[in-house]
């Protein structure tokens, strides 16, 4: 499974690739971050963002989406400039059809570290770890897309053994009913 983590953000959305299948090593394929000025007007910044995105999904053609959750934070601005951003990233993969997953910061840091209160720096040095890289990717925001990616590529086959049990569920009451 080839997975598309995204970081979002308006400043520096993360973005990263990660190859492989839970209970085995994992590869990167790719990382980096998708930047746009600060001081250029919200339309055009969400633009950079898509065309960043684009070109991710143009280079490494990727299974599906893995995009950090927006959760609220104590800065509306801050929130709002990620929700946007998570926004982009999730109509550039439903445009193509890519299925995308939502995964909390809780959950992936959970995932990836053991704790979900584990800090950027534990993040990224298991990241490191987890991928067999020389060094963090840098910035975190890079970091951050791969545990993405990471989490997700771990977690999948268990979301959707519980999909199929639930919709079993639905149906056999259906025919109860």
């Known amino acids: 499974m080839r997975v598309l983590g995204v970081d979002p953000g308006l400043t520096r959305c ?9 209970g085995r090593p994992l ?8 930047r746009t000025p600060a001081d ?4 055009h910044r ?11 999904l143009d280079e490494y053609r990727p299974e599906c989406v893995a995009v950090e959750r ?10 709002m400039g990620t929700a946007q951003a998570s926004a982009v990233a999730m109509l550039c993969a439903a445009r193509r059809g890519l299925p995308v997953a939502l995964h ?7 995932a990836v570290t053991g704790s979900g209160r ?13 991928l067999r890289l020389d060094a963090p990717p840098k910035p975190a925001d890079a970091a951050d897309a791969l545990a993405l990616a990471i989490c997700h590529i771990w977690r999948a086959p268990a979301q959707n053994r519980l999909q199929r049990a639930v919709a079993a569920h639905r149906t056999l009451k259906g025919r109860t009913a």
């Open 104 to 110: 909390t910061p809780s959950e992936v840091k959970a």
């Open 70 to 79: 927006v959760f609220s934070q104590h800065n509306v601005r801050t929130v």
């Open 27 to 34: 590869t990167m394929v790719g990382v980096g971050v998708v």
């Open 46 to 56: 969400l633009v950079e963002v898509e065309r960043g995105i684009e070109r991710w």
């Open 14 to 22: 993360g973005v990263g690739v990660v190859e492989g299948v839970a």
């Open 118 to 130: 584990a800090d950027k720096a534990q993040v990224g040095a298991m990241v490191t770890r987890l």
């Open 40 to 43: 250029a007007e919200l339309g």
